[in-house]
DNA sequence: GCACCAACCGGAGAGGTCTCCGCTTGGCGT
DNA sequence: ACGCCAAGCGGAGACCTCTCCGGTTGGTGC
């Protein structure tokens, strides 16, 4: 999400600037030399912090103390903890991606296998990053839905639901489907309701083989 | 935007934290004279800010103030605005309860229907309190699971699922069920997608008539 | 080089959440 | 009636998030 695509500013007279609505199109403009290197004093500030002092709580200013900016530097890069927490999540994502792509790349399975290699893979993920994805959570819990991974997640499950089920609202499938992987669900089921995360997993099998063995609504009897 | 729950100042105090499920589980004694009259006043007067100023803010102190009585009054009896607002919410839901026992007392009909009924009901009912709801989930997101609401629908649906659909694993089914009326998803749905409230309901009554048609895992072609 | 200026920086301050703790009081036993 | 005391009260204060804005600077056109 942070690369940025260096294309040069076209000169333009501050006059030709006021008539226009501010944030319309915007054309990206390459990050200067200090503020790259204080996003990524930031992060790293951010992550150490979280390592040594855990996730329960992620004070902005201590970060930018951490770092050595001003909270001011933080707040404008970051627009708010969830934005900086958000950011660090991308990263785990990334690997996630790959190994989802290796995993689905070679073979070809059906899409009801891929679907369920996605799927476990997801419960790994979510597994292994509980804390920061709760603490995103609480910092924004209607942010995930704006996410870049999100975004990227539920069109890939639309794309194989619809293959493997032509029939049903793919989008609505694709949704309640993520929705299991909602960090505080999650944490709730592995934590207070002592689940495993085969038990997880199997309950999405189960659900996804319904969908792909029967039509949506005629029984299978008929 | 707020802080998720407790402020965990370096030594962990006594004082419990705050997303356990006490809400409404009040200690069997009985409640002082005074502090009934004050949590009433405080509920009130939350529901008039409310009212007056809209869901997009709700500042403890202010509650105080309209109420009469001191902000330590407050924390004390609800913990933190979650609690506050889970109060809140507590009362739609127990005309909810009653519409849908109103629905369903009569005429004893199939699992499948009063299974139906009961989601229809709820998105009626997430629709009409979309803003109290998303405030209640921005609070304090994983508070939702421990709440009383969210534990006496889990039991029901868990109930018609096991009815509808024997082999299956209902707690989970359950649980992924509800998650559809995440307030955040909800809200992301209707507003962001552009979705009307016909078009969840029908992905839920495909979802439940696939599931009591098939059974769990084998296909049909079997 | 040099001048210009949009983007960037930093930190004071507004406003909120929640805790702490000394004072007050309702309800009970006698 | 009366004394006791756990439960309740209130508000100062610690700490946090996020905004605002005057001063600074990197990168560009000339």
């Known amino acids: 999400m942070t690369t940025p695509a260096g294309r040069a500013s076209a000169g333009r007279t501050p006059t030709e600037r006021a008539d226009r609505p501010e944030h319309a199109a915007r054309p990206e403009r390459t990050e200067r030399a200090d503020a790259a290197r204080n996003r990524l004093r930031i992060l790293d500030a951010a992550r150490r912090l979280l390592a040594a002092d855990g996730f329960a709580e992620l004070s902005l200013d201590a970060v930018a103390k951490e770092a050595g900016v001003g909270v001011g530097t933080v707040y404008r890069r970051f627009h708010n903890r969830a934005g900086l927490v958000y950011a ?128 949506p609504v005629t029984p299978c009897a008929g």
Request: aromatic share 8%.
């Open 88 to 215: 660090l999540i991308e990263d785990n994502e990334t690997r996630f991606q790959e190994a989802f792509a290796r995993h689905c790349g070679d073979g070809a399975p059906s899409a009801y296998e891929r679907l369920r290699a996605f799927l476990h893979g997801m419960a790994e993920l979510v597994d292994d990053n509980r804390e920061l994805l709760l603490l995103a959570e609480a910092s924004a819990p209607a942010g995930r839905y704006h996410s870049t991974p999100f975004r990227r997640h539920h069109e890939q499950v639309v794309g194989m639901v619809t293959e493997l089920a032509p029939g049903v609202d793919a989008a609505y499938l694709a949704d309640l489907l993520l929705m299991a992987y909602t960090p505080g669900l999650f944490d709730f089921q592995r934590t207070e309701r002592g689940w495993d995360v085969d038990r997880i997993k199997g309950g999405l099998d189960a659900l996804i083989a319904g969908i792909g063995a029967a039509p």
